[in-house]
């Protein structure tokens, strides 16, 4: 769980993290009224925003006294929970709910990616760049080679003629 105190701890209500955001999955921990009177099973009924959009049921898995559920969050509105026993006992926050505010996911990171894959794109572009040059000198070094040959070889019949003559 998150290590700061968190909003609905006295009520037996956390969440794994302090920050929530749009694409994260988050565990949702209740050792609230419902487990105090003996539930053996309890769901979350958890829903976004004031008109509970995406609304729907999550069974929980109880570990100790303690109940648990993954929550893939899906939209960037308040998180809305109440819980709810196999006896259709209720747990609402006294008609509250439990609330949990939710961001839209980071712009950074997707700035980061995207800034990542154009200096990956750029490396690319120097290593072929590279290798162009890497061609061109070995070509320019064999030229210079070609032209010793035929220097030396000029050199030698021009000195074979001055010979002669």
């Not at 993290?17 to 949702?28: A, C, Q």
């Not at 070509?139 to 000195?159: G, L």
Request: net charge positive; hydrophobic share 25%; charged share 30%.
């Amino acid at each position: 769980m998150a290590r700061t105190k968190q909003l609905y701890e006295g009520n037996g209500v956390q969440v794994s993290k302090s920050s929530i955001r749009v694409g994260d999955e988050i565990t949702l921990s209740y050792s609230g009224l419902l487990v105090q009177c003996g539930a053996e099973s309890v769901y979350a009924h958890i829903g976004y925003g004031e008109n509970w959009e995406e609304k729907e049921f999550i069974p929980m898995e109880k570990c100790d006294d303690v109940f648990k559920a993954k929550i893939k969050v899906t939209h960037p509105d308040n998180l809305n929970v109440a819980f709810k026993d196999s006896g259709d006992n209720w747990d609402n926050n006294s008609l509250s709910n439990y609330s949990f505010k939710v961001s839209e996911k980071a712009t950074r990171t997707s700035q980061k990616a995207s800034s990542t894959e154009k200096k990956a794109t750029s490396t690319g572009k120097k290593a072929t760049s590279t290798g162009k040059k890497a061609t061109s000198a070995k070509k320019t070094t064999t030229e210079k080679a070609a032209k010793k040959t035929t220097t030396k070889t000029t050199t030698k019949k021009t000195a074979a003629k001055k010979s002669e003559s």
